[in-house]
């Protein structure tokens, strides 16, 4: 019941704040909303990282300092919330563009090569080959993202901009998901049983582990 409870609660905010955030670049009137719900993810974050921290008392010092700066520029965060919205997409590509890449550097496994491992074990050389151009692919994928939200936040208006961050990511990684399968079904037909959410938990339960 717990888990269950759980799993609706993430769902509810995977739905919830794309919509209340689109909102808000729309609302031209609302800008302190604009500007609460563009700041709250990263302070959520922060705060959960702070807690669990072994230094937790400086984290959290730290942070109440960070909202206590950002109050007293607030009519410029207001002003500006947009911004705050295209760092946070922005960043969480580059992080996800660099979680791949820095794992293509000589004498690194490639991220994807270390999923399929986790599944099967010790991968063939035409395995381990396609895994490194899966890796690659993904790494291009994430540039491309970022890229492309920043030249529509840019160039478009800010609402054509979070139409993009907000309901086309998601769909564009599991779009993705579903052509690299299809790929991988003709390029290694020996590994016809895997399934999409096979790579999904290979990268849940990797992702705690050091690179």
Request: with cysteine; charged share 10%; hydrophobic share 60%.
């Amino acid at each position: 019941m717990v888990r269950r409870l759980r799993w609706l609660a993430v769902a509810a905010l995977l739905i919830g704040y794309p919509l209340l955030a689109h909102y808000t670049t729309e609302a031209a009137h609302s800008p302190a909303l604009g500007a609460l719900v563009a700041l709250a993810p990263a302070v959520l974050i922060t705060f959960l990282f702070a807690w669990n921290s072994p230094r937790r008392g400086l984290l959290l010092g730290a942070l109440a300092l960070a909202c206590t700066l950002v109050a007293t520029a607030w009519p410029l965060v207001e002003n500006h919330f947009g911004l705050v919205y295209w760092l946070q997409n922005m960043g969480l590509h580059l992080v996800l563009l660099l979680t791949f890449a820095r794992t293509l550097i000589a004498g690194r496994q490639p991220l994807c090569t270390r999923f399929a491992e986790a599944l099967y074990g010790p991968v063939s050389v035409a395995h381990a080959v396609y895994t490194r151009q899966v890796t690659i692919a993904w790494a291009v994928f994430f540039a491309a993202m970022a890229i492309a939200s920043t030249l529509l936040f840019l160039l478009a208006p800010l609402a054509i901009w979070s139409i993009f961050a907000n309901f086309l990511t998601l769909p564009l990684v599991a779009l993705m998901f579903v052509v690299e399968f299809a790929v991988r079904r003709r390029v290694l037909p020996d590994l016809q049983d895997m399934r999409i959410m096979d790579a999904v938990r290979a990268f849940r339960n990797d992702s705690a582990r050091p690179l």
